[in-house]
């Protein structure tokens, strides 16, 4: 029994790394498709889509059975628990992901973000790559330090976040306001994101201490 | 035992409302606070939002002391997980709120919003707390119907967030880049906030009925 219960955790935890890769590689494309102005790869992205869907499904699922028939009391209710609310974290990542592609989509054949912007949502977007990585290695290891630096490393993405406003908000900005609005939507999807995978991470500190991290997981820069 | 069980329930839910309706109302007073550049009744709407903060970790505390004590299967277990769910929405809406008072703050003594939008806007107001009230009136009720209803009228948001677009792109837009960002972000938090209140509804249904309605909760028009 209680062999059989450590095997469903694990298949719980299996499942969020496999959904966090699964997600973190889907901003990837979105970025790729949005910076190269790829409608296939927009596409691509949109449509694998539902497979994650279903992940989170089954996930949730067995998460919901395990509380049913293991009864987990004090630290094993917490990790049942704690991933199912993770799991939300990464359900609304995907859903920020295919947000991106479909502004490229929306843009084909032309180009949402303009020449001087594209280093700046490329930085954002392999960040947000990254943290989902180390999210993804963090819900592994359960290694509070590595969770407590994700926080930090997505400082950076809220001083990008800052810099695409101050951009957009500069006088000499010309690309019009269509440009605007889909480069401030997108400097969105990436900052909640980047959040999300913060508060993966967070989760996996009170999981592990039983306290929460101190501060909220990052507040909007000009939102 | 059963008794304080049921007590219990009772008190997550009782819960549920008391913060469904404070989001709805700091909905309210984000909104009048952006239509008429009220610093002070912003500031009100950010500094409150601790509150319900704490009602938040509150009843997730006590929903968890739930799961631990009583043990609950089937429809009870599933009763207290769809709680957390719904809590978490209901503490997404009360951020987005807080955005709407934050934008209000960033821009006065300015307005954030341009007379030729103002109508729109209020109506964007007014039907997130008309929806975050059904939402409340749906958790007590468990109004199946009530619930789905609740998913038609978000379509109305959907469009308002549309005619917004619309007129953010229209060339004779004439009211800058500054305030067609503040514009994008703020209808983006309208809709995200209907949205909660749409999947408030649906967990509902999914509790009542023990299927999920079809169909997500709201696509972004232009995201």
Same mark, same amino acid.
């Given at each position: 029994?209680?062999?059989?219960?450590?095997?469903?955790?694990?298949?719980?935890?299996?499942?969020?790394?496999?959904?966090?890769?699964?997600?973190?590689?889907?901003?990837?494309?979105?970025?790729?498709?949005?910076?190269?102005?790829?409608?296939?790869?927009?596409?691509?992205?949109?449509?694998?889509?539902?497979?994650?869907?279903?992940?989170?499904?089954?996930?949730?699922?067995?998460?919901?059975?395990?509380?049913?028939?293991?009864?987990?009391?004090?630290?094993?209710?917490?990790?049942?628990?704690?991933?199912?609310?993770?799991?939300?974290?990464?359900?609304?990542? &995907?859903? *920020? !992901? %295919?947000?991106?592609?479909?502004? =490229?989509?929306?843009?084909?054949?032309? +180009?949402? $973000?303009?020449?001087? #912007?594209?280093?700046?949502?490329?930085?954002? &977007?392999? *960040? !947000? %790559?990254?943290?989902?990585?180390? =999210?993804?290695?963090?819900?592994?290891? +359960?290694? $509070?330090?590595?969770? #407590?630096?994700?926080?930090?490393?997505?400082?950076?993405?809220?001083?990008?976040?800052?810099?695409?406003?101050?951009?957009?908000?500069?006088?000499?900005?010309?690309?019009?306001?269509?440009?605007?609005?889909?480069?401030?939507?997108?400097?969105?999807?990436?900052?909640?994101?980047?959040?999300?995978?913060?508060?993966?991470?967070?989760?996996?500190?009170?999981?592990?201490?039983?306290?929460?991290?101190?501060?909220?997981?990052?507040?909007?820069?000009?939102?």
């Amino acid at each position: 029994m209680r062999e059989a219960y450590h095997a469903e955790l694990a298949s719980i935890s299996a499942a969020l790394v496999r959904i966090a890769n699964l997600t973190g590689s889907a901003m990837g494309r979105a970025t790729s498709a949005l910076l190269d102005a790829d409608l296939q790869l927009a596409e691509s992205v949109i449509a694998a889509h539902g497979q994650v869907d279903d992940l989170h499904r089954d996930l949730e699922q067995l998460a919901i059975e395990v509380l049913a028939r293991q009864q987990p009391v004090a630290t094993d209710l917490r990790v049942v628990v704690t991933s199912l609310r993770m799991s939300a974290d990464l359900e609304r990542c &995907g859903v *920020l !992901a %295919q947000h991106v592609a479909q502004v =490229a989509r929306r843009r084909y054949p032309g +180009h949402a $973000v303009p020449q001087d #912007l594209r280093r700046t949502v490329l930085e954002m &977007g392999q *960040l !947000a %790559q990254r943290l989902m990585a180390q =999210a993804a290695e963090v819900i592994v290891t +359960h290694d $509070v330090e590595a969770a #407590l630096q994700l926080e930090k490393d997505d400082d950076r993405m809220d001083e990008l976040h800052r810099m695409v406003f101050q951009h957009l908000l500069d006088e000499r900005w010309q690309h019009g306001v269509e440009t605007a609005v889909d480069v401030t939507l997108t400097g969105r999807y990436y900052e909640r994101f980047a959040d999300h995978a913060v508060s993966v991470a967070r989760r996996v500190v009170y999981l592990t201490t039983g306290e929460h991290p101190a501060g909220p997981p990052g507040t909007p820069p000009a939102g």
